[in-house]
């Protein structure tokens, strides 16, 4: 959102503009400093090693194609950004891959859990190395039969769990070393209880697991057992998501009452010209993925996507957290958003990159899961942060975790907005 006008100094302008400033501003709302550089908080018993710095660089390999099919960017080639580590292991950046050769068994893992998913990255292990991909994985596994999926990545293993294996689960033989300083690609499916390997195009391993405690969702992680292990092109495309808008009309939504915004069905999106106005969900949503659409029609419109939001009402229209939609920056410096950026968390942290162009469509993804927020635009991530505020069921007072609406912003009377592709995969409670 833009900085507000100095009103106290614009009384007649003040009184225009009062309902204004309840859709966008509320004055009850204590704000917090934007930072630039987005704070993450390791989960339980976790230690952070995780470099905030922003890129120096951008790097996005990700094709058109791949993107609009939804796929994300775990790794940034970059940074651990995202990512939190057990202690004592050197996890670090070379070469574009994520490595770790010293210290104990232990594990690098996402922040923000997935559910039904394909994952795909590559790996290379010195000889004699024994590393892992953990899928759906707890917070601080203890044991790969109950607490996650472990992958393994081996040549050798005393129960015969070789590469490609789901340990304690179902064995594979890759029928090849991968463990012989080359780079292997690895592609895992996980759909319900029903998880495939294959390694370097060869299908290796499948299983179906028929437990009543299997697992639904989790962690990604990355494991550090013996050698010299490294992990890169680390990238996962969501699975199981629902369309929110059909594309024809705005059946399961609705505009909250007193707004200005004109909004309509135009060309198989959402448009939305003038404001401030929002239309929201009917439904309400807590812990969820979300992956939308957005066109700005000039350059530097201001609007965004709420989320967790309380229903809202002509007094109180807009009460839940922002994905900022915003593409300007300073002087040409993407690292640099002069509004908080695409991605932002609106008055929370900053998107660390302004990856969207105006006047171009930008795949957007969200997802909420528990305190721990991370977005991604055009597959990048750009936050990665979690609400360490005292609970409030209002997420401009503090962390709301309750269920709320998704929420679409007519920001002010320049917007001209189109949004399209709305698409939810809602994550199961923990276990």
């Not at 360490?388 to 609406?405: F, I, S």
Request: proline share 8%; with cysteine; aromatic share 8%.
């Amino acid at each position: 959102m833009r900085t507000p006008l100095p009103w106290s100094a614009f009384p007649v302008l003040a009184c225009l503009l009062a309902f204004f400033a309840a859709g966008c501003r509320p004055a009850e709302e204590t704000p917090q400093p934007v930072s630039a550089q987005p704070s993450e908080t390791p989960a339980a018993e976790l230690t952070a090693d995780v470099s905030h710095a922003k890129p120096l660089s951008y790097i996005n390999p990700l094709t058109p194609e791949q993107i609009e099919e939804g796929w994300l960017l775990l790794f940034d080639n970059e940074t651990l950004f995202g990512w939190s580590g057990d202690p004592g292991i050197n996890w670090h950046v070379a070469d574009q891959a994520i490595a770790a050769s010293e210290g104990p068994i232990g594990l690098l893992l996402t922040t923000v859990r997935f559910a039904d998913f394909e994952l795909s990255l590559e790996f290379k292990g010195s000889p004699g190395s024994n590393g892992g991909v953990f899928v759906r994985c707890a917070e601080a596994p203890s044991d790969p039969a109950t607490d996650c999926y472990e992958v393994n990545i081996a040549d050798d293993h005393p129960q015969g769990f070789l590469s490609g294996s789901l340990v304690a689960h179902a064995p594979s033989n890759p029928g090849f070393s991968t463990t012989d300083d080359n780079w292997h690609q690895m592609h895992v499916s996980a759909v319900g209880n029903l998880f495939r390997v294959s390694i370097d195009g060869r299908d290796v391993c499948e299983f179906r697991d028929e437990r009543s405690g299997w697992r639904p969702s989790g962690l990604i992680g990355l494991q550090k057992n013996s050698g010299e292990l490294a992990y890169r092109n680390i990238r996962i495309k969501p699975l199981g998501s629902r369309e929110l808008f059909n594309g024809t009309d705005l059946a399961g939504w609705r505009e909250v009452p007193g707004g200005k915004s004109v909004i309509d069905v135009v060309d198989g999106s959402i448009h939305v010209v003038n404001g401030p106005g929002f239309l929201e969900t009917e439904e309400t949503f807590q812990d969820f993925l979300v992956q939308f659409e957005a066109r700005t029609h000039a350059p530097e419109l201001n609007s965004g996507l709420f989320f967790r939001a309380e229903r809202g009402t002509e007094q109180a229209p807009s009460n839940g957290y922002e994905v900022q939609i915003h593409n300007g920056f300073h002087e040409g410096d993407r690292n640099r958003p002069n509004n908080a950026g695409t991605g932002a968390i609106f008055r929370r942290v900053e998107a660390r990159r302004v990856v969207a162009d105006d006047l171009s469509w930008a795949t957007i993804t969200l997802l909420a899961d528990g305190p721990q927020i991370a977005t991604w635009v055009q597959g990048y991530p750009v936050v990665n942060w979690r609400d360490q505020r005292t609970p409030d069921p209002n997420p401009r007072k503090g962390l709301r975790l309750e269920a709320g609406h998704l929420s679409l912003q007519g920001h002010d009377p320049t917007t001209d907005m189109s949004f399209r592709r709305i698409r939810l995969a809602e994550l199961p409670p923990k276990n």
